[in-house]
């Protein structure tokens, strides 16, 4: 059976971004369904056949995103390359991500997406997404092998980051406000997240 899980800063100023669109029952959902998703500014996702769509991001969301792709591309070696959203993460048929960031080997790189998991996954918390990207995108990603998840919080400010060690996530790194987070996986890496939301 599919299931659509609307996630929305605020359910009560009108429709919501699932109305009108044609989806299949009876069955999970696809990465074929995913192609018949309107071009509406939100973001449609799958996990294990659930669409998940998010509302465009606030303000404060996409500064933070700003910084912390400038912070990540400093250091980032050759073979890898840091993407910003939207760029599909095809971890499955039933499940496409878009992370806020990743950083991924340049030779797993398609034209229209990452057909792996990448290297590094970071997302950006707001209060329609906090919920799905600590729980069920950290599951997801952690199940297919993804090294490095990263959740800021433009709010706190903070970072939080875990590591894959023997198939689960550890947490590798904290830090919150003017200390900085420091790290050397998957590179050596120093982020203030007091600087994330300026």
Known sequence: MSVVSVMSED???????????????????????????PDDGHRYELVDGVLIVSPSPRLRHQRAAKALLSALERSCPADLEVLFAPFDVVLAQDSVLIPD??????????????????????????????????????????????EHYWVVDPDVPSVLAWRLVAGEYVEAARATGSEPLVVDAPYPIRIVPADLGA
């Open 11 to 37: 359910t009560a100023t009108g429709p919501t971004p699932t109305r009108g669109l044609r989806l299949p029952w009876g069955r999970e959902l696809t990465r074929a369904d995913l192609a018949t998703m």
């Open 101 to 146: 960031l990743i950083v991924a080997r340049r030779d797993d790189l398609t034209e229209v997406n990452l057909p792996t998991a990448p290297v590094l996954a970071a997302e950006v918390l707001s209060p329609s997404t906090r919920r799905v990207d600590l729980t069920l995108k950290r599951s997801r990603l952690e199940a297919a092998g993804c």
